[in-house]
């Protein structure tokens, strides 16, 4: 398979293959949104980092006026994909982070 970005939390096994675009958690493949799986590559390459909701509208969708709401809509699919809603955690006027 492809190269691999592979991160273990205490709420998930991720395993993202960003060359041919799948994803398995928990050991299982599963077929996600293009913009869910952007967001997910997003955050495991930064799993130091919080960030906020304009970063990540401008990482997901460059040069369009994107309201905050729709990213917030976006986390939760993407947390609801993962099975567990602290997989990624809300940092308070920083923004949205991976959970070690």
Same mark, same amino acid.
């Given at each position: !398979? &492809?190269? !691999?970005?592979?991160?273990?939390?205490? =709420?998930?096994?991720?395993?993202?293959?960003?060359?041919?675009?799948?994803? *398995?958690?928990?050991?299982? !493949?599963?077929?996600?949104?293009?913009?869910? =799986?952007?967001?997910?590559? $997003?955050?495991?390459?930064?799993? +130091?980092?919080?960030?906020? &909701? +304009?970063?990540? *509208? +401008?990482? $997901? #969708?460059?040069g369009r006026p994107i309201h905050r709401s729709?990213?917030?809509? $976006?986390? #939760?699919? &993407?947390?609801?994909?993962?099975?567990?809603l602290r997989a990624i955690e809300s940092k =308070?006027d920083l923004g949205y982070q991976i959970r &070690?």
């Amino acid at each position: !398979m &492809a190269s !691999m970005l592979s991160i273990k939390t205490q =709420f998930v096994s991720l395993r993202l293959y960003p060359s041919v675009r799948q994803v *398995s958690i928990n050991g299982r !493949m599963r077929k996600l949104s293009p913009k869910v =799986f952007d967001l997910l590559l $997003l955050l495991v390459t930064r799993p +130091e980092q919080s960030l906020s &909701a +304009e970063q990540i *509208s +401008e990482a $997901l #969708y460059p040069g369009r006026p994107i309201h905050r709401s729709r990213i917030g809509v $976006l986390v #939760y699919r &993407a947390r609801r994909e993962l099975g567990n809603l602290r997989a990624i955690e809300s940092k =308070f006027d920083l923004g949205y982070q991976i959970r &070690a």
